[in-house]
Every structure is written in C-alpha cells, then in structure tokens.
C-alpha cells in the first residue's frame, strides 16, 4: 500500500480554506486517498467533513495513503507515490 507521512502546518490545521484547499487537490488526483493520525483508522481524505472532523490540527503528524487494489487502473503504484508525496508538499508549505 503506497503510504506517506506529513505535518500539518497550515496554522489552523485542516480547517476551511487548508482543508478545502487539501480535499480539493487529492480529488483532482483520482485517487482515493485516506489521511489518518495516531494509529486511528484513515478517513476518506475527499471529503471535507471527514477530513474536518478529525481534527487535523498544526503540527500533527499524518499519514497519506491508498491500497494498492484500490490504484484506478491504467496507474501505476509509482505514480500513485508521487501523487501521495504531491500532497505531503501541499500540507507541509501551507
């Protein structure tokens, strides 16, 4: 399963505009990513009420990822990698 981890450090966290922005990039990316922190369960990282509702605060650490039977077909997990480390990027200079 591709994964990566990343900090939160937008100022807020992940809350309206971070989150928006954030949600907005991994639906663009076709994948369908999870966003999880703390060894609890990932939630679907497409949608801004979960990805709000979890709290994703400044300064945690989360982890990106996507099952491999999950990589839509015609993509490769390398490219799905790049993809996952994109949005580290993105959580990382907000």
Do not use: N, W, Y
Request: aromatic share 2%.
């Amino acid at each position: 399963m591709p994964a990566r981890k990343a900090v939160v450090r937008a100022s807020i966290g992940l809350h309206a505009r971070p989150a928006a922005g954030f949600v907005r990039a991994v639906t663009q990316s076709g994948l369908p990513v999870t966003i999880s922190r703390d060894g609890r369960p990932g939630v679907d990282a497409r949608s801004l009420l979960e990805v709000m509702t979890e709290d994703f605060r400044c300064g945690c650490e989360v982890e990106l990822a996507v099952r491999t039977d999950a990589v839509p077909a015609g993509l490769s997990p390398a490219a799905a990698e790049r993809v996952l480390a994109e949005l580290c990027l993105l959580l990382e200079s907000q």
